[in-house]
């Protein structure tokens, strides 16, 4: 079996890197496209660390369980298919879904440590960055911790302002100038979509 080309996908939190993703992943089918989330692989809450004022840090590279990741998706670059149940943070509300990633000649991961770790960056034949301006980030935070993880507002700036901008600023923003391609999502990212898309298609050309 050829082996599958890997692309991956970093961004700061509230960048727009999910959208994006959904966004390719809608242009083709699983047998072509395979949408890897390192989301899926946060430690469990017990185990995450907690700050200064006892509120967890879900935005350290320690926050995931890199290991398992890593080994899930060398199954997928060897043609296994990879059974997950889906993390859902702490919102009670959310039933945990049974996922299943089948092995496709493109695989596209995503998570806010994939350039950082560097086992898993170097399984990468490609690296896009989503980039987007800090105010603009901190807005689509607050509305996806909000509806998707249940978190009030003042937790959510807190988190965002002494969790999410320094690990920005010390794990993911340092491997901006590294990636082979950089996406400016503060208005859309629609030309940048349009370009993946035709290089996967020219990937899974047979």
Do not use: W
Not at 5 to 10: D, L, S, T
Not at 21 to 46: G, H, T, W
Not at 139 to 148: F, H, N, T, Y
């Amino acid at each position: 079996m050829k082996k599958p080309y890997v692309i991956g996908v970093c961004g700061g939190s509230g960048s727009g890197k999910t959208s994006f993703i959904k966004a390719v992943n809608a242009a083709f089918s699983e047998k072509s496209l395979c949408v890897f989330s390192m989301d899926e692989y946060y430690k469990p809450r017990k185990e995450q660390k907690s700050d200064e004022k006892g509120i967890k840090n879900f935005d350290l590279p320690f926050s995931i369980d890199k290991k398992a990741f890593r080994r899930d998706l060398k199954k997928l670059i060897n043609g296994e298919i990879v059974n997950k149940k889906e993390y859902t943070f702490n919102n009670k509300n959310a039933r945990p879904k049974n996922l299943v990633f089948k092995p496709a000649p493109v695989i596209l991961i995503e998570g806010l440590f994939i350039f950082h770790y560097k086992k898993i960056a170097e399984l990468l034949d490609l690296k896009i960055f989503i980039d987007a301006k800090e105010n603009l980030k901190v807005v689509r935070r607050i509305k996806r911790d909000g509806q998707e993880r249940n978190y009030p507002l003042t937790d959510v700036l807190y988190r965002y302002e002494n969790h999410v901008l320094p690990a920005y600023e010390k794990y993911i923003e340092p491997y901006k100038d590294t990636s082979h391609l950089v996406i400016k999502n503060n208005e859309n990212f629609e030309n940048g979509l349009e370009v993946i898309k035709g290089f996967i298609n020219n990937k899974i050309k047979p």
